[in-house]
């Protein structure tokens, strides 16, 4: 009864921009962190930025400097903007959210979404 929902996904040419979006909803009562993972066929899922509800940010080694998460509390939506984007950031990005439901308002547990793919090429 949570679904995570991503879009902005799309092929960008390699030194361009895009911006993901991911919107949770459904019986929420509390969210902690909510965070952005990618996987490239061949590769295992790997954590791209993360953010809490207190705003502390993390990233990927890979991509600090060029992506920045962001987060719309009242809106349960996470961001991820991703610039000078590069061939290797080719993957599916999957966003995640760490949360407790309202029939279970103590307990936390991670939820994923489908997945968008983001695709670098010339």
């Known amino acids: 009864q949570v679904q995570l929902v991503e879009s902005g996904g799309d092929l960008v040419q390699p030194g361009g921009s895009l911006r993901l979006s991911c919107a949770a909803s459904g019986s929420i009562f509390s969210i902690n962190a909510m965070g952005w993972y990618r996987q490239a066929p061949g590769n295992q899922r790997e954590l791209v930025a993360r953010?809490?509800?207190?705003?502390?940010?993390n990233y990927a080694d890979s991509v600090k400097g060029r992506f920045t998460i962001s987060r719309e509390n009242a809106k349960n939506t996470v961001y991820l903007q991703m610039n000078s984007l590069k061939p290797e950031d080719t993957a599916v990005y999957y966003c995640?959210?760490?949360?407790?439901?309202?029939?279970?308002?103590?307990?936390?547990?991670?939820?994923w979404g489908q997945g968008t793919q983001v695709t670098v090429s010339s």
């Open positions: 995640n959210a760490r949360l407790s439901t309202l029939a279970r308002r103590s307990v936390y547990l991670n939820y």
């Open positions: 953010i809490t509800s207190d705003g502390s940010t």
